[in-house]
């Protein structure tokens, strides 16, 4: 493609996007957590901790965090906080958090959530998610990893599944550190 021909081409998909995400959009209230399989399961105490909207689907990557973003915002309703713990099923890779904090746009902060998985993608996971949060100003770390260390009655016998009381410190973890932000 011709240096001109992708100028247009950019130039349209700019003016695509602003009509669908018009700046002047009021930012909603609230917060909304996009995740797998291991939030799925504390889907009830996320929202009896005042998360509006809890986005989950089994296996879900981390890949997929950007276009659920998009989608929420989409239909206005992407609140000020976003919560994403994605990376239980394989690898965060570069890029992708970039990606998830960049589609939300200014003025919303994005928590990035530590994986506590007995994977070979566990350690490098939790580096991108420390260094993407370490790269933007509108991204935090929440590091669950850390947090639920050596608290094996919270998860199942594959490691990373909550057991209800896992639920219910995953939610209250999750919510205290969005609150405290």
Do not use: E
Not at 5 to 31: C, K, M, N, Q
Not at 86 to 102: P, Q, W
């Amino acid at each position: 493609m011709s240096r001109p021909r992708i100028v247009l081409v950019s130039l349209l998909v700019t003016s695509l996007l602003a009509v669908a995400y018009p700046a002047s959009a009021a930012i909603r209230a609230g917060r909304l957590a996009i995740g797998d399989s291991v939030m799925k399961a504390a889907t009830t105490q996320l929202k009896n901790r005042g998360f509006r909207i809890v986005d989950t689907a089994t296996s879900r990557q981390f890949s997929q965090a950007d276009d659920r973003i998009r989608y929420w915002r989409s239909r206005g309703k992407l609140p000020r906080n976003v919560v994403v713990h994605l990376g239980n099923n394989g690898y965060i890779y570069d890029g992708d958090c970039a990606r998830a904090v960049k589609a939300a746009g200014a003025g919303r902060t994005i928590f990035l959530v530590t994986v506590k998985v007995p994977r070979r993608w566990q350690a490098p996971n939790n580096r991108r998610l420390r260094d993407c949060a370490s790269r933007f100003a509108r991204a935090r770390l929440i590091d669950w990893y850390g947090y639920s260390k050596g608290h094996g009655a919270w998860f199942y016998s594959d490691g990373y599944h909550l057991t209800p009381t896992g639920r219910a410190k995953y939610a209250s973890f999750i919510a205290g550190k969005v609150a405290a932000a």
